[in-house]
């Protein structure tokens, strides 16, 4: 019986001990910004604006999927992974066609350590420049 305990300790504790390696492993996001204010921006103009990150981590960065809060918001993403130290970036174009403020939140889903990273947009439509 106290073989079967040891037995059953050292594999638990083998386990544990590869998961924790292998989160120091993973790849993560470091963003240089994660929310872009447009602030006041007139109707019809251009919404595109870039998000530039790094992966900091020790393994590449694989962006699975990404979803935005609205069809008024279309992100472009990175169809490479994304070495580590390597800059990587996502384009989100926003239709400023309704005025009135805006704040949008766009879901990136990864392999990165917090495999979702959650960036948002915000800002103001205006008519016409002031």
Do not use: W
Request: hydrophobic share 30%.
């Amino acid at each position: 019986m106290k073989k079967y305990i040891l037995f059953l300790f050292l594999v638990g504790s083998t386990i544990s001990s590869f998961g924790q390696n292998s989160n120091t492993t993973k790849p993560e996001f470091k963003f240089k910004t994660e929310v872009i204010n447009y602030g006041k921006i007139v109707k019809n103009s251009n919404g595109k604006r870039t998000f530039e990150f790094t992966n900091i981590g020790k393994s590449p960065l694989i962006i699975s999927d990404i979803k935005t809060s609205c069809d008024c918001t279309v992100p472009k993403i990175p169809t490479a992974p994304i070495m580590p130290g390597e800059k990587g970036y996502i384009t989100v174009s926003y239709d400023t066609y309704k005025l009135g403020g805006f704040s949008k939140q766009i879901t990136i889903f990864s392999n990165a350590k917090s495999g979702r990273k959650i960036l948002r947009i915000k800002g103001f439509v205006v008519k016409k420049k002031y």
